[in-house]
T-cell receptor
Framework: EAQVTQNPRYLITVTGKKLTVTCSQN?????MSWYRQDPGLGLRQIYY???????DKGDVPEGYKVSRKEKRNFPLILESPSPNQTSLYFC??????????????FGPGTRLTVT | AQSVTQLGSHVSVSEGALVLLRCNYS??????LFWYVQYPNQGLQLLLK??????LVKGINGFEAEFKKSETSFHLTKPSAHMSDAAEYFC???????????FGQGTRLTINP
């Protein structure tokens, strides 16, 4: 089954304790992206990757890191989490085409609480 | 830069009534437009997308959306709401030549029995 998986689904942590949220896709997609979802703000892009070893900042990258060492994996790293990073996080992947009418496939989400 | 505005953060309709969720975009050229649905505790699922092939787009679960260039709108409708339609709906836009999806703020749809 074609899918994007994320782990963990739920995480409660304390300020300053480094954490990693994993993301993996089995569709051989080149493009992967991380979003955070906050009430009233919709989804905002944190980082994205066009392919292996190619990553770039999205709209809200502060406090986050990513890496893309393999095509299928795109982990999100919070080196020193803070309470304002409490949010619902989504990983997504897609295969870019000349026409922009292609969909992004989303993971199930990771709900992170930082106390 | 592309942007999307969804009018109404919450919409409530009765079961069997018309559903209308509003989306307006800003773009100098017709972009690619999408509606996604998010059911409780789930990720986002594509409902439908505008590809310029037709202005009226039919999606899954009986939803459809009409692209109106003169109004820069892409409103989502369903003739008769079902309890299972209760979810959050997101309108998104991708510009010409871009990879990034820009999302609206979301509209939470509640269905009253």
């Amino acid at each position: 089954e074609a899918q994007v998986t994320q782990n963990p689904r739920y995480l409660i942590t304390v300020t300053g304790k480094k954490l990693t949220v994993t993301c993996s896709q089995n569709m051989n997609h080149e493009y992967m992206s991380w979003y955070r979802q906050d009430p009233g703000l919709g989804l905002r892009q944190i980082y994205y990757s066009m392919n292996v070893e190619v990553t770039d900042k999205g709209d809200v990258p502060e406090g986050y890191k990513v890496s893309r060492k393999e095509k299928r994996n795109f982990p999100l790293i919070l080196e020193s989490p803070s309470p304002n990073q409490t949010s619902l996080y989504f990983c997504a992947s897609s295969r870019p085409r000349t026409s922009g009418a292609y969909e992004q496939y989303f993971g199930p989400g990771t709900r992170l609480t930082v106390t | 830069a592309q942007s999307v505005t969804q009018l109404g953060s919450h919409v409530s309709v009765s079961e069997g009534a018309l559903v209308l969720l509003r989306c307006n975009y800003s773009s100098s050229v017709p972009p690619y437009l999408f509606w996604y649905v998010q059911y409780p505790n789930q990720g986002l699922q594509l409902l439908l997308k505008y590809t310029s092939a037709a202005t009226l787009v039919k999606g899954i679960n009986g939803f459809e959306a009409e692209f109106k260039k003169s109004e820069t709108s892409f409103h989502l409708t369903k003739p008769s709401a079902h309890m299972s339609d209760a979810a959050e709906y997101f309108c998104a836009v991708r510009g010409q030549g871009a990879q990034k999806l820009v999302f609206g703020q979301g509209t939470r749809l509640t269905i009253n029995p």
